[in-house]
């Protein structure tokens, strides 16, 4: 059974910083890793899918690294700004099916 | 840009009875499903649907769940007889999965159950 943990769970830091968010996953059989972003009552806002095969997704300012088999997924976010305060989930998907597993999610705040 | 929608947002109801949750997903998309999210937990995978069938479900889709894809555009979850756990955050999802193209899941806002 997968299990997805994320570290830390709550991150402030200055705007302007770069900064990572970690993932970590039980079952290195995946089949790709979508990151989320969530803002508190809403739903889920797709920021970044990793294919198995990849090792690096960028988007903007977004950066999604895997290493399928360590079982790890970084995000780099650059600059931060103000408006990138929310929870970050991340979410791998196994072989065989097509449900995603996600973790608790890393609370950050980007303080101005 | 085209999106995920779900009604209501917001649904209160009697433990014991009856809700439906409706979701329309992107116009040419595939594959559904239903997670839900009770307070302060984890998104938690429900059901996947495709071709007018279940094709994966978790082990919290018991009896008390059923999905349906009643015309080409809604997709519903209903649950037959609600109780206090039922309470969530429930979001219906869709991704293309056709070939050549990515396997996103694109989520809506989400319907707020709660079970009194």
């Known amino acids: 059974k997968q299990e997805v943990t994320q570290i830390p769970a709550a991150l402030s830091v200055p705007e302007g910083e770069n900064l990572v968010l970690n993932c970590s996953f039980t079952?290195?059989?995946?089949?790709?890793l979508q990151w989320f972003r969530q803002d508190p009552g809403k739903g889920l806002t797709s920021l970044l899918l990793?294919?198995?095969?990849?090792r690096e997704q960028t988007s903007g300012r977004l950066n999604a690294s895997l290493d399928k088999s360590s079982g790890r997924s970084t995000l780099y976010i650059a600059a931060s700004q103000p408006g990138d305060s929310a929870t970050y989930l991340c979410?791998?998907?196994?072989?065989?099916?097509?449900?995603?597993?996600f973790g608790t999610g890393t609370r950050l705040t980007i303080i101005p | 840009e085209p999106e995920v929608t779900q009604t209501p947002s917001h649904q209160v109801t009697q433990m014991g009875q009856e809700v439906i949750l409706r979701c329309v997903p992107i116009?040419?998309?595939?594959?559904f499903y239903w997670y839900r999210q009770i307070l302060g937990q984890k998104v938690e995978f429900l059901v996947s649907?495709?071709?007018?069938?279940?094709?994966?479900k978790s082990e919290i889709f018991d009896d008390q769940f059923s999905v349906e894809r009643p015309d080409g555009s809604n997709f519903t979850l209903k649950i037959r007889s609600t109780k206090l756990e039922d309470s969530a955050m429930y979001f219906c999802?869709?991704?293309?999965?056709?070939?050549?193209?990515?396997?996103?899941?694109?989520f809506g806002p989400g319907t707020r159950l709660t079970v009194l």
């Open positions: 990793i294919q198995s095969s990849q």
């Open positions: 649907f495709y071709n007018n069938e279940i094709s994966e």
């Open positions: 116009s040419n998309h595939l594959y």
């Open positions: 079952d290195s059989a995946i089949y790709n």
């Open positions: 979410a791998p998907s196994n072989f065989g099916n097509e449900k995603l597993t």
């Open positions: 999802a869709s991704s293309k999965r056709a070939s050549g193209s990515t396997d996103t899941q694109y």
